[in-house]
C-alpha cells in the first residue's frame, strides 16, 4: 500500500463518437503546485477504466476502482475536474471512496464545484464534505498543510496525556 498526501481522481466521461481524452490540464496544474511544496500525490484516471456510462460500464468502474483504491493511503482525496454530466460516475466514485477510506475528508473540484447555486450537488446529492471553487493550486497545499497539522496536534495531546515524550 502507497501512502500519498493527496489522491487524485479524474472523473470518466461518455465520450461521443470521435471524442478524444487526456489528462485535465487542471489536476496537472494541481499536481505541478503539491510538489513545489514537497507533498506526495497519485491519481487514478478513471477515463482509462470506462468510456461510456451504460450500465455494464458503470459496474466496471465500481468493481476496477475499489482494486484501484486498494492501493493507496492517502491524507485526503480529490475528486475532479467534476462537470455536470459525471453525476452518476460521480456517485460511484464518492460510494467506493467513502468505503474504502471511511475517515479520509473527500474534496471535489473544477467547473461544477465552481458554479454558485450548485453546491447541493455535492453536499446532498453526492454526500461530499468539501468543496474548493475555481482555482485549486493555493487551496489544496493548504489543505494538506491543516490536515497534517491536525494529525501532529493529535499525536501532541496524546503524548500529553500519556505523559511520553514523542519525537515528531
Ligand atoms: C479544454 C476543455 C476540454 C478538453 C480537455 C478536457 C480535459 N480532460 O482536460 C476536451 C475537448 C477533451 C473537453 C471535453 C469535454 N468538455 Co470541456 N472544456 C475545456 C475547457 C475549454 C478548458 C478546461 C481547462 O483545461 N481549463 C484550464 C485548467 C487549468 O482549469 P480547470 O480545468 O478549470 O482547473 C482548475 C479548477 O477548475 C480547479 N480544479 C480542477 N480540477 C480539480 C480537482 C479538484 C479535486 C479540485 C479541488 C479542484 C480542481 O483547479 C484547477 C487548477 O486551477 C473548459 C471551459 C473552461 N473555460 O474552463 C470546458 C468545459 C470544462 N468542458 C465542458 C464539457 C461539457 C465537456 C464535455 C462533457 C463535452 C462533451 N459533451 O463531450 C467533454 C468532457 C471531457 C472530460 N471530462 O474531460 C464544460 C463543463 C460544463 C459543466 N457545467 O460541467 C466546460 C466548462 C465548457 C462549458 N462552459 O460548457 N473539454
Given at each position: 500500500m502507497k501512502y500519498?498526501?493527496?489522491?487524485?481522481?479524474?472523473?470518466?466521461?461518455?465520450?461521443?463518437?470521435?471524442?478524444?481524452?487526456?489528462?485535465?490540464?487542471?489536476?496537472?496544474?494541481?499536481i505541478s503546485s503539491v510538489e513545489t511544496h514537497n507533498y506526495t500525490w497519485a491519481s487514478v484516471d478513471c477515463t482509462k477504466i470506462i468510456t461510456t456510462f451504460f450500465s455494464?460500464?458503470?459496474?466496471?468502474?465500481?468493481e476496477k476502482l475499489r482494486i484501484e483504491l486498494a492501493a493507496y493511503l492517502p491524507q485526503i482525496i480529490g475528486i475532479g475536474p467534476c462537470i455536470t454530466s459525471q453525476l452518476r460516475a460521480l456517485k460511484i466514485i464518492v460510494q467506493c471512496c467513502s468505503e474504502s477510506f471511511p475517515n479520509i475528508p473527500i474534496?471535489?473540484?473544477?467547473?461544477?464545484?465552481?458554479?454558485?447555486?450548485?453546491?447541493?450537488?455535492?453536499?446532498?446529492?453526492?454526500?461530499i464534505q468539501y468543496i474548493i471553487k475555481g482555482d485549486a493550486e493555493e487551496a489544496i497545499p493548504d489543505a494538506i498543510n491543516a490536515i497534517k497539522n491536525l494529525?501532529?496536534?493529535?499525536?501532541?495531546?496524546?503524548?500529553?496525556?500519556?505523559?511520553?515524550?514523542?519525537?515528531?
Open positions: 500519498v498526501d493527496l489522491l487524485l481522481i479524474n472523473p470518466p466521461f461518455h465520450m461521443r463518437n470521435g471524442g478524444g481524452n487526456f489528462f485535465p490540464l487542471g489536476l496537472g496544474y494541481i455494464d460500464s458503470l459496474k466496471i468502474l465500481t474534496v471535489a473540484g473544477g467547473p461544477l464545484a465552481s458554479i454558485d447555486g450548485q453546491e447541493w450537488v455535492f453536499f446532498e446529492e453526492l454526500g494529525t501532529i496536534l493529535a499525536i501532541v495531546n496524546l503524548s500529553q496525556h500519556l505523559d511520553t515524550s514523542i519525537i515528531i
